[in-house]
Nanobody, 118 residues
Framework: QVQPVESGGGLVQAGGSLRLSCAAS??????????MGWYRQAPGKERELVAA????????YYEDSVKGRFTISRDNAKNAVYLQMDNLKPEDTAVYYC?????????WGRGTQVTVSS
């Protein structure tokens, strides 16, 4: 079974940048045939989809608050999905998760914490 593993989070000042990575764990496992998304959950809030990409990178989606600041990409040869986050704002503080779109329940992992200080 594929299990996405997120990395790249951290503490950054407002206006800074981070690049999140998502890799598929498990030998021979791949999510290259799946549409993928980055989701986030802030304290006290519901988990939300912030960006998504089709399996072949032909189309992307961004939630309104991150348009022009976040860029999702993938490299199917490396079995990886990325989220470049620029001009970060304190309201971007959350745990970020990688999952299919629509999400696969058993693929939810621990995520990676992103904290943006003002």
């Amino acid at each position: 079974q594929v299990q996405p593993v997120e990395s790249g989070g951290g503490l950054v000042q407002a206006g800074g940048s981070l690049r999140l990575s998502c890799a598929a764990s498990g030998h021979g496992r791949t999510f290259s045939s799946h549409h993928m998304g980055w989701y986030r959950q802030a304290p006290g809030k519901e988990r939300e989809l912030v960006a998504a990409i089709t399996w072949n990178s032909a189309s992307t989606y961004y939630e309104d608050s991150v348009k022009g600041r976040f860029t999702i990409s993938r490299d199917n040869a490396k079995n990886a999905v990325y989220l470049q986050m620029d001009n970060l704002k304190p309201e971007d503080t959350a745990v970020y998760y990688c999952n299919a779109r629509p999400p696969v329940r058993i693929w939810w992992g621990r995520g990676t914490q992103v904290t943006v200080s003002s």
